[in-house]
């Protein structure tokens, strides 16, 4: 079969150029477990305008509005499963052949796969931080504790996002009840990096360190438009690496990548992970 027009052919030949992998994954590949991406296929916002991280810190009503949408978009994120693309780099990384895995995803997906070698670039939604006493708590007892301090809230569910947040009228969020941290009384916040924070300078850097010893960068499901995630592609660029992108869609690195396939990822990966001689 001609390699130009087989994408699998094409990225296995890309694996067995370059043994040792860095992933970058974005919001795609977590799709086919229910979590919506956040942009379309050309790259646009498909959503309401992010909480910033500022208002969150500094205004009562943005924590409000955060939290009660939380609340009701974070059984999705609980419940969702690993889905074929989690278990085919699971497969790498047990093969030899992945060094590091960034995800920009807060849905720890990778880890429920059996990933290890795992960076969460922007967080993890399973655990809260005291914004005071920096105590950190499980995010299903912060659920719990929501629930009960609202029981006479009925809040109508609308379309999820991937950081499990979920949009609903602004009317409904006037009266909701954010318990503070058990601890100190301070406020909570998911830990997560928020729009418009920046992220903790040792996860970039270890990330860096992670990409200069492998021969590749393999980008899956990410359109690249955040530069968190963009200056990997930079960084493997200046530093002589090669770059495959996996995205069914637009990405901010097209023009960069030695092999561009516009494929979903949970269809695409299990093929080659079956296909690729182990490291």
């Keep these: 079969m001609n390699t130009e027009e087989c994408p699998t052919s094409r990225l296995v030949e890309f694996l067995q150029l370059h043994p040792k992998l860095v992933v970058l994954s974005?919001?795609?590949i977590s799709v086919?477990?229910?979590i919506p991406a956040y942009r379309d296929g050309l790259g646009q916002w498909q959503h309401r305008k992010p909480i910033q991280h500022n208002d969150f810190v500094n205004h009562a009503a943005?924590?409000?509005?955060?939290?009660?949408?939380?609340?009701?978009?974070?059984?999705t994120i609980n419940d969702a499963q690993p889905n074929a693309a989690h278990k085919a780099l699971t497969a790498l990384e047990?093969?030899?052949?992945?060094?590091?895995?960034i995800t920009q995803n807060v849905d720890r997906l990778h880890q429920r796969a059996g990933s290890r070698s795992v960076l969460d670039l922007h967080g993890r939604l399973d655990r809260v931080r005291c914004l005071s006493c920096e105590d950190l708590t499980e995010r299903q007892t912060m659920?719990?504790?929501?629930?009960?301090?609202?029981?006479?809230?009925?809040?109508?569910?609308?379309?999820?996002?991937?950081?499990?947040?979920?949009?609903l009228p602004d009317t409904e969020l006037d009266d909701f009840d954010v318990p503070p941290?058990?601890?100190?009384?301070?406020?909570?916040?998911?830990?997560?990096?928020?729009?418009?924070?920046?992220?903790?300078?040792?996860?970039?850097?270890?990330?860096?360190?992670?990409?200069?010893r492998a021969d590749a960068l393999l980008v899956i499901?990410?359109?690249?438009?955040?530069?968190?995630?963009?200056?990997?592609?930079?960084?493997?660029?200046?530093?002589?690496?090669?770059?495959?992108?996996?995205?069914?869609?637009?990405?901010?690195?097209d023009s960069m990548a030695t092999l561009k396939l516009d494929e979903v990822a949970e269809t695409l990966l299990?093929?080659?992970a079956a296909g690729v001689t182990p490291a």
């Design 26 to 28: 974005g919001a795609g």
């Design 32 to 34: 086919a477990s229910g």
């Design 62 to 75: 943005t924590r409000r509005r955060y939290w009660a949408r939380s609340m009701a978009g974070w059984p």
């Design 94 to 101: 047990a093969d030899g052949r992945l060094e590091f895995l």
């Design 143 to 167: 659920q719990q504790r929501l629930l009960t301090h609202n029981s006479a809230q009925v809040l109508s569910r609308g379309d999820m996002r991937p950081d499990g947040d979920s949009e």
């Design 181 to 212: 941290c058990i601890q100190c009384g301070g406020n909570l916040m998911p830990d997560v990096v928020f729009f418009g924070a920046n992220i903790p300078r040792a996860r970039v850097e270890s990330s860096m360190t992670a990409l200069d």
């Design 221 to 253: 499901g990410s359109s690249l438009q955040v530069y968190s995630g963009f200056r990997f592609c930079k960084h493997a660029q200046a530093t002589g690496k090669a770059i495959a992108i996996i995205n069914p869609g637009a990405t901010r690195a």
């Design 270 to 272: 299990p093929n080659i």
